[in-house]
């Protein structure tokens, strides 16, 4: 049975030989999919790590296979559904794809057959592929001999060492196709070392060519490399041998470059091009234009440095590739895995002297908090990991209001640098526009090329009510969410953003504005006070308690007993003050009786109100108590506000009593008669200590607020 190979399956497999130095992919030798199958599913083993369990699997046809019914089979009872062992990967193998599996069975002498099911592991027609090692005379030998696909007697000669694997060239069908490495390559492209092979191998691994000129060299072979007579090539005239003192400074590390290990070193008289360049690592200095002295190229900025068709003849870089440049205080940095540009990737964290540690760039400005009532301060935040100019920046409030960041006529800096450092805030302020104080919405634009186009915009936030014309630019790029919008706040409060998600619950009121500074999000204190107690037989008092964190004057506050029947409370011809103060302190009680009006001594309703601008708004209404009967004219605003329930009423009580909230919830289930009357101090059996842990009136009743 023939297997179906690219004439390369190891994508690139890459034999060291010793003392030249290694410097990747062989010309000779194609890589996976050169003169592949066609129409054909093929997958095989590829390497064994025979002593440690490990075994890859590799597509070299040409169409994805679901391996997951496939199975490993060492002889018998010594079988496992490939699906049941996955330790990496996925089991629609790809073409060109490698699969690793957990398979603790092999040993120091075996035979490994790949079986496309398990109808029968003695039936040749199932067996997919086949390994032999240490010894021959496996079980699964003479299956693997019908089958076409291995030799009778054959096995991969191995040490023993379980630091080592074994590994198909992906050439042929015998023992000579495969070989014990000590490069063990489990899920990527094979690479064959013989044991106790020296591989001498130097390459670039990490350049900051902006601010230090630094250059990490690394040694990825098996034995120690002097690289006092290598040189450094930066184009035509512009060299340095790595030691001469003169030339070179070690900024870490030793010359004397040991493997697994870095040397960083930076050029004493060249600076490396901030602009577009390309640095070669070479042998000597034999010749700078010859493919033998080369050994690693990496080239940024643009293509066609005069050493880039130098390292593309050997191999090392590909025609035109360049790695784009970076940011200051960034480095570009090798992933270690093949030789183009597409290996190299700019890192916002160098690691020069340590192994790479690439943080991909992230270009990010949010609007942080805003003071929209008084002074229209925006406070902008830097959460990404790169400096970014704001000059060109936008500020969008609605059509025809928008203003450039970097416009000194229309931007005012109250702190902060235009130039936005990472964890950095900026405070601007517009020159001629005046943020709604009723309701707006705020975005931040990378420019002013459309402002209703969601590519442009880079965050927003949106208070009073929804609606605003840019609400829906901002839904669509994913940073906000429809309809929603932060609650007015009070003058000297602003709106700050808690750093979490993209909707309006993570902006809140704040009563401590930092602008300028991290957000430290107080809220405002609970503003409210509910009516306690009713005597409305005798003496008509009513009592009146602060439960919430905040002194309250209910000079403006009202009461109202139906239409016609009000009476502001700081009005002293209309109400009398039987007991305690009008400027009502938190967990105070205020007991106030109407100088004209009397409460029913049948059926009664009464509400308090935050003003007289409506008293059939549920908006204005901030308690309310029922008796005798329902149906009270503002009965239906009470529910509407969430503080009283649907014909709830308390029953009339006996003269003498009166009615008493027991402090826990908004309905007539809550209130009760009250034999012993204590108006203007905490009801019989209620506890009145606020914020603690007894579920206790704790918050502010719904529709209590400024």
């Known amino acids: 049975m023939k297997k179906f190979l690219t004439?390369?399956?190891?994508?690139?497999?890459?034999?060291?030989?010793?003392?030249?130095?290694?410097?990747?992919?062989?010309?000779?030798?194609?890589?996976?999919?050169?003169?592949?199958?066609?129409?054909?599913?093929?997958?095989?083993?590829?390497?064994?790590?025979?002593l440690t369990g490990e075994v890859e699997l590799y597509n070299n046809g040409d169409?994805?296979?679901?391996?997951?019914?496939?199975?490993?089979?060492?002889?018998?009872?010594?079988?496992?559904?490939v699906g049941d062992i996955i330790a990496n990967g996925n089991a629609n193998l790809a073409v060109g794809e490698f699969l690793v599996l957990n398979y603790d069975r092999p040993g120091a002498t075996g035979g490994l057959g790949l079986y496309r099911n398990n109808s029968g592991f003695g039936d040749a027609a199932n067996i997919a592929d086949f390994v032999q090692w240490g010894d021959s005379g496996s079980a699964r030998e003479n299956v693997a001999v019908e089958a076409g696909i291995w030799t009778e007697g054959d096995f991969v000669e191995v040490t023993g060492d379980e630091n080592n694997s074994i590994a198909y060239d992906g050439e042929g069908e015998t023992a000579d196709d495969w070989a014990e490495t000590s490069t063990v390559t489990l899920g990527a492209t094979n690479v064959i070392t013989a044991p106790g092979e020296a591989v001498r191998s130097v390459i670039i691994n990490e350049v900051e060519y902006l601010i230090n000129d630094e250059i990490e060299l690394y040694n990825n072979g098996n034995q120690t490399v002097d690289l006092s007579t290598y040189w450094m090539c930066l184009g035509p005239g512009q060299y340095f041998r790595i030691g001469d003192t003169d030339a070179t400074t070690v900024v870490s590390g030793s010359v004397n470059l040991a493997p697994g290990e870095f040397l960083v070193i930076s050029p004493v008289t060249l600076t490396t091009a901030d602009d577009a360049g390309g640095l070669g690592l070479y042998a000597n200095n034999d010749g700078f234009g010859d493919a033998a002295n080369i050994r690693s190229f990496?080239?940024?900025?643009?293509?066609?440095?005069?050493?880039?068709?130098?390292?593309?003849?050997?191999?090392?870089?590909?025609?035109?590739?360049?790695?784009?440049?970076?940011?200051?205080?960034?480095?570009?940095?090798?992933?270690?895995?093949?030789?183009?540009?597409?290996?190299?990737?700019?890192?916002?964290?160098?690691?020069?002297?340590?192994?790479?540690?690439?943080?991909?760039?992230?270009?990010?400005?949010?609007?942080n908090e805003v003071e929209y009532l008084i002074n229209d301060g925006i406070e902008l935040y830097n959460n990404g990991n790169q400096t970014v100019d704001l000059s060109t920046y936008w500020m969008c409030l609605g059509p025809g209001q928008y203003f450039r960041i970097g416009d000194a006529a229309a931007t005012y800096i109250v702190s902060g640098n235009i130039d936005l450092a990472p964890g950095e805030f900026i405070v601007i302020s517009p020159v001629t526009l005046t943020a709604p104080d009723d309701a707006g919405g705020l975005g931040l634009y990378a420019n002013n090329d459309n402002f209703g186009d969601a590519a442009n915009i880079r965050s927003f936030v949106q208070w009073g009510a929804s609606g605003n014309a840019r609400?829906?630019?901002?839904?669509?790029?994913?940073?906000?969410?429809?309809?929603?919008?932060?609650?007015?706040?009070?003058?000297?409060?602003?709106?700050?953003?808690?750093?979490?998600?993209?909707?309006?619950?993570?902006?809140?009121?704040?009563?401590?504005?930092?602008?300028?500074?991290?957000?430290?999000?107080?809220p405002p204190s609970a503003r409210s006070v509910v009516i306690n107690e009713v005597e409305y037989l005798v003496n008509d008092e009513i009592e009146l308690w602060n439960n919430g964190d905040e002194t309250v004057d209910l000079s403006t506050y009202w009461m109202c007993l139906g239409p016609g029947q009000y009476f502001r409370i700081g009005d002293t011809?209309?109400?009398?003050?039987?007991?305690?103060?009008?400027?009502?302190?938190?967990?105070?009680?205020?007991?106030?009786?109407?100088?004209?009006?009397?409460?029913?001594?049948?059926?009664?309703?009464?509400?308090?109100?935050?003003?007289?601008?409506?008293?059939?708004?549920?908006?204005?209404?901030?308690?309310?108590?029922?008796?005798?009967?329902?149906?009270?004219?503002?009965?239906?605003?009470?529910?509407?506000?969430?503080?009283?329930?649907?014909?709830?009423?308390?029953?009339?009580?006996?003269?003498?009593?009166?009615?008493?909230?027991?402090?826990?919830?908004?309905?007539?289930?809550?209130?009760?008669?009250?034999?012993?009357?204590?108006?203007g101090s905490g009801n019989a059996g209620s506890d009145y200590n606020t914020n603690n842990d007894d579920g206790y009136n704790d918050s502010a009743p719904t529709g209590s607020g400024y």
């Open 7 to 50: 004439v390369l399956t190891l994508a690139g497999l890459l034999f060291s030989c010793s003392e030249d130095d290694f410097t990747g992919d062989s010309d000779d030798t194609p890589d996976p999919g050169d003169d592949g199958p066609v129409g054909e599913a093929s997958v095989v083993i590829n390497e064994v790590a025979y």
């Open 63 to 81: 169409e994805t296979v679901d391996v997951s019914d496939y199975f490993l089979c060492l002889g018998p009872g010594t079988y496992d559904r």
């Open 298 to 367: 990496v080239q940024w900025g643009a293509s066609g440095n005069a050493r880039e068709s130098v390292a593309v003849e050997a191999g090392i870089w590909n025609a035109g590739g360049f790695v784009p440049n970076v940011a200051p205080g960034s480095s570009i940095a090798y992933d270690g895995e093949g030789n183009t540009a597409d290996d190299w990737t700019e890192t916002v964290t160098p690691t020069l002297g340590a192994a790479n540690e690439i943080t991909a760039p992230a270009r990010s400005i949010i609007i």
């Open 471 to 522: 609400e829906s630019v901002a839904v669509e790029a994913g940073i906000w969410n429809a309809g929603g919008f932060v609650p007015k706040v009070a003058p000297g409060n602003s709106i700050a953003y808690d750093g979490e998600g993209n909707t309006a619950d993570d902006w809140a009121e704040t009563t401590t504005p930092t602008l300028g500074s991290a957000n430290e999000l107080t």
């Open 573 to 679: 011809n209309a109400t009398t003050v039987v007991s305690g103060d009008i400027n009502l302190a938190p967990g105070e009680f205020l007991v106030i009786s109407p100088v004209t009006l009397t409460a029913p001594d049948d059926a009664g309703g009464l509400g308090l109100y935050a003003n007289n601008d409506n008293f059939g708004d549920a908006a204005n209404i901030r308690s309310f108590v029922q008796w005798g009967a329902s149906g009270n004219a503002r009965e239906s605003v009470a529910v509407e506000a969430g503080i009283w329930n649907t014909g709830g009423f308390i029953p009339n009580v006996a003269s003498g009593s009166s009615i008493a909230w027991d402090g826990y919830g908004f309905t007539s289930n809550d209130w009760a008669e009250d034999s012993t009357p204590t108006l």
